[in-house]
């Protein structure tokens, strides 16, 4: 696993880290509003003749052609495989950089500094790397792990409120996934005034236990996928459209929606659907789903990756805080679910 350090101080727990270190160049991947507002934090702490590559922001550019662009950087700027990648930003930079990193000579060494609440929570822990394609979300990546995940909520105060709130559906997600206490303790009203601190630190240790006990995602880690199968068709379907949805937020439409096919399927009892959906809904809304677009959404369930020979398979709750996998799920369910999320007011 990769080593999670939670810093007091990013500018100088970071040099003190590379102190440590014997790398032969160091480059610096950011987005077009980390390289702005985050960088600075750091980069008194790098040395002088590290390079930097930024690429716009959003999830339309986490795709090969940005890839092209970062490998084409790391080879004019000579990066050998003793080189240090430093992946500032959210989850597509991540993501995306890990992606390149682990991919460039058959791979070189790279650190993440998460800077968004979803990839503090999510993406910092378990070495998923990839990138969209076509349309599809993740469809490209490898299971790499980067040396270390230094994790600093002075960030937090660089997010946006929308981008602080769709990180916070991942922490829900924990909650509902694997202990309901820690779900019963998470904000609802007044969601924005709480420890961002202790979130963080309880969703990883959740997510670590997890992936410790399956790396590579052939069972128990697909759990974590709750309210993701709904919820990447979703937001892949919007992706590039005037209805754009971030990730937490098309997450929260997923687990409104999988939490009613917990209830039809794994015996899910009614009350904790509607305490869940309740939640949900408090903090994410409502989007209005047009009719002629339900068809398309469902046949991109098709595309995720916990599908085996045509068979729908979904992470399901069987209890607040106990999540089952490999649930099979036809065309219908999946719209009545829609629905049932179309009739909530």
């Not at 602080?164 to 997600?173: I, V």
């Not at 659907?273 to 989007?287: D, N, T």
Request: hydrophobic share 40%; charged share 20%.
């Amino acid at each position: 696993m990769e080593s999670i350090i939670f810093s007091n101080n990013i500018a100088e727990d970071l040099k003190s880290y590379l102190g440590q270190l014997h790398f032969s160049q160091l480059g610096v991947i950011t987005d077009s509003h980390t390289a702005i507002h985050c960088l600075p934090v750091i980069e008194g702490s790098l040395p002088a003749n590290t390079k930097k590559f930024s690429f716009p922001a959003g999830e339309a550019n986490k795709n090969l052609e940005t890839c092209v662009h970062i490998w084409q950087w790391m080879t004019d700027e000579g990066f050998d495989r003793k080189s240090l990648i430093i992946n500032l930003g959210g989850g597509v930079t991540g993501d995306m950089g890990g992606f390149c990193a682990a991919t460039y000579k058959r791979g070189v060494s790279f650190i993440n500094i998460p800077t968004s609440l979803l990839s503090m929570v999510d993406a910092s822990v378990g070495g998923k790397l990839g990138i969209d394609f076509n349309g599809f979300k993740n469809h490209i990546g490898v299971f790499t792990q980067p040396d270390a995940v230094i994790i600093s909520d002075f960030f937090l105060k660089t997010l946006p409120e929308r981008e602080l709130r769709s990180g916070y559906a991942e922490a829900l997600k924990h909650g509902l996934i694997r202990n309901s206490n820690y779900f019963h303790s998470l904000k609802i009203e007044g969601w924005q005034t709480q420890s961002w601190r202790e979130i963080i630190e309880k969703s990883i240790s959740i997510k670590k236990e997890v992936v410790e006990k399956d790396p590579k995602e052939s069972s128990l880690r697909k759990i974590l996928n709750f309210g993701h199968t709904i919820g990447h068709a979703f937001e892949s379907f919007y992706l590039d459209s005037e209805r754009h949805l971030l990730h937490g937020e098309a997450i929260a439409i997923g687990m409104i929606c999988e939490a009613y096919l917990s209830y039809i399927k794994c015996g899910l009892h009614r009350g904790e659907m509607e305490e869940i959906v309740g939640a949900i809904q408090s903090v994410y809304g409502l989007i209005e789903i047009p009719q002629e677009d339900i068809e398309d959404i469902m046949m991109l369930c098709y595309q995720d990756k916990k599908n085996e020979r045509g068979t729908l398979n979904f992470s399901l709750l069987r209890h607040l805080g106990n999540c089952d996998y490999n649930i099979a799920v036809n065309l219908d369910e999946i719209r009545a679910s829609i629905q049932y999320y179309q009739t909530l007011k």
